[in-house]
C-alpha cells in the first residue's frame, strides 16, 4: 500500500483545512486508516482514526468536535476535515494505513505511513 497525503499549507486560527490522503492497492477497504501528526520537537501522536467500513471512529481528545476523519473506499481516499483550527494544531500530518479492518490508535498497528503534509496555524 502506498499512501500519498496532501491539504496542508498555512491558515489563520478558527479557520478550515481538509487533508487528504490517496491510497494504491487493493486492500484499502479491509484496512483502518489513521491520522497522526508530529509538532515541533515533539513526539508523533494519533490525531483520528476510521474502521475499514467506516462504521467506527475514534478522536484524541485534543480533536474531538473540531476534526472529522471519513474514508471513500471507492477512491481508495481518506479525508481529514480539520475546523477551528488552533496554532497548537501545527504539525506535519501523516495518514497511515493499518493491519486489520478494526481502528487503531497505536503507531505500531499501522505499517504503511504517508509521506506528511505540513500544516500551520498562526494566531
Known amino acids: 500500500v502506498q499512501l500519498q497525503a496532501f491539504g496542508g499549507g498555512l491558515v489563520h486560527a478558527g479557520n478550515s483545512l481538509r487533508l487528504s490522503c490517496a491510497a494504491s492497492g487493493r486492500t484499502f477497504s479491509s484496512r483502518a486508516m489513521g491520522w497522526f501528526r508530529q509538532a515541533p520537537g515533539k513526539e508523533r501522536e494519533f490525531v483520528a482514526a476510521?474502521?475499514?467500513?467506516?462504521?467506527?471512529?475514534n478522536y484524541a481528545d485534543s480533536v474531538k468536535g473540531r476534526f472529522t476523519i471519513s474514508r471513500d473506499n471507492a477512491k481508495n481516499t481518506v479525508d481529514l476535515q480539520m475546523n477551528s483550527l488552533k496554532p497548537e494544531d501545527t504539525a506535519v500530518y501523516y495518514c497511515a494505513a493499518g493491519n486489520s479492518w478494526y481502528i487503531h490508535v497505536y503507531q505500531y498497528d499501522y505499517n504503511f505511513w504517508g509521506q506528511g503534509t505540513k500544516v500551520t496555524v498562526s494566531s
Open positions: 476510521i474502521s475499514g467500513s467506516g462504521g467506527s471512529l
